[in-house]
């Protein structure tokens, strides 16, 4: 395997007047094919730097990251960072056609930006069709030195990435999923680690594996980068404890079970307090759709060692029925936030704007082709230009400003006969809500029953916000407010909108630039599931979208 280019350089002398500690932390990422072995299958698949996944990344809360991405793919790449980063940001965010042109092949362009106000787990990913399948790694942010988490050290930090694995081309498997109009095929694995597990045809070496020391508390920084599915995640005979999600703190939450959805990270704290052996972690999806539809229902799992091990049989946790709707809302809607803590932002008090988004699968208007939306807006991106070079630039016909703050008609949006309605059908379009700058938006997010219901994990690029209440079945906009947690509500990047319910979050703009919001589901983002938020310039040079960087690519 290549070894690969890690340059790390200090810049304290130039940063010394504000930050003491930070750091100008550099990396380059060469893109490019990877032959791969998996479950008795060669692959050929695009990778960075040779590796699956791709590097980790470690940074100090403070530090400046500049990423040079060089394409040596047959194809164009983007690469998107989860998180909120300051200054240049909107330029380096990523997704294609949104925030830029994709990196062609043979190009290249340096992502930018400070890692601000976050610590925990973020992860970066490719965002252009399905290549993020295998161009994805994790993105860890510690505080910066001199300060310290709000928990006990851990004695190690490890990355935990669990993926979705395909005996195929990612790239044609989305490609002609969306010519022929049906769901793309499903995958063939799960991975933690770039590994299938043992369960999986020839693959008991592909097993990861972690060594510990037993009565040591080691971290867990758990990304779930698959495409299509949710998980459950579980360690035999040992509990954890939940202590920042996306990236920011929470209070800490102790369980034998983590649910993630695609996008999310979870940092939990495990004490290897058991007899000496050997442990198996393991992660199956969490299928939430009804009626259900097929889906890759196999598991992955990896070893956890414990140092003077000589078992010859690894205990196996229970999971849960994939379908297990419980189990996976009362994880997540018992997180909170640490109020007070590190990086704690209070929930803004005072609402600009109000929004209520349906959120579901359609059909396309004048045919029998599945589409999803957004307020009945099917989003398709442009391809001319992007939509932060279109604002920047005043450029008109890329996009309009008319995304609707609610649903043309009020209608019973769980109810599972609503299929049987004209209103099934959607339209494509591009469109974004404007948002003044530093303006708050609380947004009810409302799952639809018009094909089936599901969870559909929301992304919202740009910003953090604070999930104030979820729940089941049409949301109520009279009393829904009376349940708001405003004290120390869990703040997130990603958020699981409860199969058949809603969730109510809530943010301030204060970052100009155009940012996507998104069904982290690959399946639904090129059907259409997403929509933008245009947010304008604030009064000052600092609050404003600087220039686009001169290497920024063309269409
Ligand atoms: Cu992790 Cu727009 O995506």
Known sequence: ???????????????????????????????????????????????????????????????????????????????????????????????????????????????????????????????????????????????????????????????????????????????????????????????????????????KKQTYKLKVVQGKTYMLRIINAALNNQHFFKIANHRMTVVSVDAAYTEPYLTDVVVIAPGQTTDVLVTFDQRIGSYYMAAKPYASTVPAIPFDNTTTRGLILYEGDTSPAPVMPAL????????????????????????????????DEHMFVTVGVNLLRGGQRFAASMNNESFVLPSRLSMLEAFFDNVSGIYTTDFPDKPAVKFDYTNPNIGNTSLIFTKKSTKVKKLKFNSTVEIVLQNTAFLAIENHPIHVHGFNFHVLAQGFGNYDVVNGPKCFNLVNPQSRNTIAVPVGGWAVI??????????????????????????????????????MLPPPPPDLPKC
């Open 1 to 203: 395997m290549e070894r690969f280019v890690f340059l790390v350089a200090i810049a304290s002398a130039l940063l010394a007047s504000s930050t003491a500690s930070a750091e100008i932390v550099e990396h380059s990422f060469i893109v490019k094919k990877l032959t791969v072995r998996k479950l008795c299958h060669e692959q050929v698949i695009t990778a960075v730097n040779g590796s699956l996944p791709g590097p980790t990344l470690r940074v100090r809360e403070g530090d400046k990251l500049v990423v040079h991405v060089l394409n040596e793919s047959p194809y164009n790449v983007t690469i998107h960072w989860h998180g909120v980063f300051q200054l240049l940001s909107a330029w380096a965010d990523g997704p294609a056609y949104v925030t830029q042109c994709p990196i062609r092949p043979g190009h290249g362009y340096t992502y930018k930006f400070n890692i601000t106000g976050q610590e925990g787990t973020l992860w970066w990913h490719a965002h252009v069709s399905w290549l993020r399948a295998t161009v994805y790694g994790a993105l860890i942010i510690r505080p910066r030195s001199g300060h310290r988490y709000p928990f006990p050290k851990p004695h190690k930090e490890i990355p935990i990435l669990i993926g979705e694995w395909w005996n195929a081309n990612v790239v044609n498997v989305e490609s002609q999923g969306r010519l022929s109009g049906l769901p793309p095929n499903n995958s063939d694995a799960y991975t933690i680690n770039g590994r299938p597990g043992d369960l999986y045809p020839c693959s």
């Open 320 to 351: 849960p029925d994939f379908d297990d709707t419980p189990t996976a809302h009362r994880f997540y809607t018992n997180l909170t936030g640490l109020a007070g803590g590190p990086h704690w932002v209070p929930v803004p008090l005072h609402v």
């Open 506 to 543: 809530r943010f301030q703009a204060n970052n100009p630039g155009v940012w996507l919001a998104h069904c982290h589901l690959d399946v639904h983002l090129p059907l259409g599931l997403a929509m933008g938020f245009q947010v304008e310039n604030g009064p000052t040079p600092s609050s």
